[in-house]
């Protein structure tokens, strides 16, 4: 048909210029690793007082979840005794009390675990 105009190239000329390209790269690989590349940007210091930060930061939030079971304990008394008073509102006091109360444990926790990691 004669519309080829280049005939097919052999397996080995392939071959050839494959390994060629890899020796390239092989060459190019020593040569840059033989030579050491100064490291221009200093490591940063670890200020001293790193190590005490999560032991801090955990001791505050440890602290921060008692004052908040606390509240909580003096928050149901107090609901108990709104809701001897008014027995119509025991339920709602309930759901909002525990409702706080979840919602509290969960930050407080959120906040401990956040703290020492």
């Known amino acids: 048909d004669g519309k080829r105009a280049t005939p097919p ?3 080995t000329d392939h071959a050839l210029a494959g390994e060629a390209i890899l020796e390239a790269a092989m060459r190019r690989r020593t040569s840059s690793s ?3 590349t100064p490291n221009l ?3 940063l210091a670890e200020p001293a007082v790193r190590p005490f930060v999560p032991a801090l930061l955990g001791a505050v939030s ?3 979840i008692m004052l908040m079971a606390l509240a909580m304990h003096t928050l149901l008394d107090a609901g108990a005794r709104v809701a001897q008073r008014h027995p119509e509102l025991a339920n709602a006091l309930a ?7 979840a919602a509290c444990i ?5 906040f401990h675990v956040l703290a020492l990691s």
């Open 34 to 36: 033989s030579r050491e």
């Open 9 to 11: 190239a052999d397996a």
């Open 106 to 110: 969960f930050a407080c926790v959120s």
């Open 95 to 101: 759901l909002t009390f525990t409702s706080g109360m």
């Open 62 to 64: 440890a602290v921060v």
């Open 41 to 43: 940007v200093p490591p």
